[in-house]
């Protein structure tokens, strides 16, 4: 009985401690335009990686798309909190720190005006996450019931947290009034759902340690919604760069607010969600099966 409990408490405090407290950087891109050089940054950390840009004005750009961290020309400092508050802040303070003379920070990309924390994202997509699992822990009381409504209940759960969260979120301007983040959240509930409703189907005793694994110890640590994914250490980061709720974060910021790529996340968030979907069509075909052959073997009783 204590073994989940305690498993549980373990592995989110010390992969929720890595990540939060302890950010590494790695391969964080920050433009140099001229006069700027490398040669006045000697003291920064390894895991900085200066890189030459041509003008300021592509400078500016480059970062305010998130393709650059940050850039500099010595006098400037340009950040763009929307790409990532802490990371931001983290720089702000590591070239205030190492650069030879005071640098003015320009914030190209600010985040929502309603989101002085930097953590509106985060909070606009942890409902969404969690109403999945939770609609899966509620239809285990449901008992046998079949898949088809089982996922009706799964897409009336996902349209009720995505419509609320977004009109709450959006109305205290924590997020961008971006109807493309209503379909984003739809599609991680449903992928969520999907997904843990299998595992409670298949799995059945060990549902609760894989989903609640799966879905909270792995997903939020790894997510990138708080601490961007370039600081996190090396195990967490690689956990990110497959699991739905990260890929979800690095969707919603890339599409609505960097106007970067969005592919490579859009599809990871699709592949899990059709293995979801797969794995409860499955189900549902097998539970079929199992019907038809009883209504087969079945034999009227004479009088």
């Known amino acids: 009985m204590l073994w989940f409990p305690c498993f549980f408490a373990a592995g989110f405090a010390v992969l929720g401690l890595q990540a939060f407290a302890h950010p590494a950087p790695h391969g964080i891109e920050v433009g140099l335009v001229a006069p700027a050089e490398q040669s006045d940054f000697p003291e920064l950390p390894a895991g900085i990686d200066l890189i030459g840009v041509e003008d300021p004005v592509q400078a500016r750009a480059l970062v305010a798309s998130g393709a650059l961290a940050a850039?500099?020309?010595?006098?400037?400092l340009l950040l763009a909190s929307a790409a990532s508050s802490t990371r931001a802040g983290y720089l702000e303070d590591l070239f205030a720190e190492t650069s030879p003379q005071p640098l003015t920070v320009v914030d190209v990309n600010p985040l929502p005006q309603g989101d002085a924390s930097g953590t509106g994202l985060f909070f606009?997509?942890?409902?969404?996450?969690?109403v999945g699992l939770i609609v899966s822990i509620v239809?285990?009381?449901?008992?046998?019931?079949?898949?088809?409504?089982?996922?009706?209940?799964?897409?009336?759960?996902?349209?009720?947290?995505?419509?609320?969260?977004?009109a709450v979120a959006a109305s205290l301007h924590?997020?961008?009034?971006?109807?493309?983040?209503?379909?984003y959240a739809l599609l991680l509930t449903q992928t969520i759902g999907w997904l843990t409703t299998a595992a409670a189907l298949y799995a059945r005793r060990l549902f609760m340690?894989?989903?609640?694994?799966?879905?909270?110890?792995?997903?939020?640590?790894?997510?990138?919604?708080?601490?961007?994914?370039?600081?996190?250490?090396?195990?967490?980061?690689?956990i990110g760069r497959w699991h739905p709720f990260a890929q979800f974060i690095s969707l919603v910021r890339a599409d609505?607010?960097?106007?970067?790529?969005?592919?490579r996340p859009l599809a990871i968030l699709l592949s899990w969600a059709a293995l979801g979907a797969v794995l409860l069509i499955l189900r549902a075909l097998r539970e079929k099966?199992?019907?038809?052959?009883?209504s087969v073997h079945a034999r009227p009783v004479g009088i």
């Open 139 to 166: 239809l285990l009381q449901a008992g046998p019931w079949p898949i088809g409504k089982k996922a009706a209940v799964i897409l009336a759960a996902g349209l009720f947290s995505a419509v609320f969260s977004f």
């Open 124 to 130: 606009y997509a942890l409902p969404n996450l969690l």
């Open 174 to 183: 924590a997020i961008p009034p971006d109807l493309r983040l209503l379909g």
């Open 209 to 238: 340690p894989l989903a609640m694994t799966f879905v909270l110890i792995l997903g939020i640590p790894s997510s990138g919604a708080t601490v961007n994914a370039d600081m996190l250490p090396s195990g967490v980061r690689w």
């Open 256 to 263: 609505v607010y960097l106007d970067a790529s969005s592919g």
């Open 71 to 76: 850039a500099t020309d010595g006098a400037e």
């Open 289 to 294: 099966r199992s019907v038809l052959g009883i």
